[in-house]
């Protein structure tokens, strides 16, 4: 693991206990104003590495070796305990975005299009490089909404880490040939909310990642399911960390042959 690391904890007395509340039903929370519960430092991160942490819910920082650090599904709550270089929002939807981002972070990337005009990045940032294939989402009358969602893909020391964001559906064709060969993917697991666990399943055969990092999950019962099912399903096998943290290289990838699941308790909530 990298040197230097410190995670903390703050309590916000009179909020922390509304903010439970919405981790677990994900509610909206996107037009209040950014607070932090806890706090997740700087670290050094090795030549050709990227390091992990995961923050909770739907919500990863990603440090490079240059010095680069990124938040994903970014919603002003569940943040580390410096200002991040870049965040990706993968949707407008409930705790996966805010409207008050701090001013002085770098690149504020939105995830979500127009049914007539996706989204487009392709960002390069000292050693990151993020670039997002958009997806739909369903609306809250059942219907479909275009461009609705993205995938972010980060790119650091020869590694591509997908975060899936609110998946609703499976991939096609032209959505695996814009993301291309992943290495690590960080996979919404609910059930519920994104797609069917199964159905999940099959995005993952579909992207055939030797790296997996559930999120999105709620409970550890659900969390639980998942897996059993998934390892029922493939070959993937499971492996739990004590930390939030995994420090990831192309020279510790799993096998292709022999894919894994890190799973990584969440500093807050899953």
């Not at 639980?224 to 930390?243: A, C, D, G, I």
């Amino acid at each position: 693991m990298a040197t230097g690391r410190l995670v903390r904890w703050l309590i916000v007395i009179g909020v922390a206990g509304w903010a439970g509340l919405a981790q677990a039903n994900c509610i909206p929370i996107a037009q209040l104003p950014a607070r932090a519960f806890f706090a997740a430092d700087r670290v050094d991160v090795p030549p050709g590495s990227v390091h992990l942490t995961f923050l909770g819910h739907a919500s990863f920082l990603i440090q490079t070796a240059g010095g680069a650090t990124a938040v994903t599904d970014y919603n002003g709550y569940i943040k580390p305990s410096f200002t991040p270089d870049i965040v990706t929002m993968n949707n407008a939807h409930s705790t996966h975005y805010t409207d008050s981002p701090e001013p002085d972070i770098k690149y504020v990337l939105r995830g979500w299009g127009t049914p007539e005009t996706p989204v487009q990045y392709n960002l390069t940032y000292l050693d990151l490089h993020i670039y997002n294939v958009q997806t739909n989402i369903r609306d809250w009358n059942g219907g479909t909404r275009l461009n609705g969602n993205s995938i972010f893909v980060f790119e650091s020391a020869g590694l591509c880490i997908a975060h899936l964001g609110h998946l609703h559906h499976t991939l096609t064709p032209a959505h695996l040939a814009a993301l291309g060969k992943l290495d690590v993917v960080l996979v919404p697991v609910d059930g519920v909310f994104t797609m069917g666990q199964f159905d999940m399943i099959e995005v993952i055969r579909q992207l055939n990642a030797p790296l997996l990092i559930p999120m999105h999950y709620f409970s550890y019962d659900r969390l639980q399911r998942f897996l059993e099912r998934l390892q029922s399903e493939t070959k993937y096998t499971v492996r739990t960390s004590e930390t939030p943290e995994a420090l990831v290289s192309s020279a510790t990838l799993p096998s292709p042959d022999a894919p894994q699941v890190l799973v990584l308790p969440a500093l807050r909530g899953g």
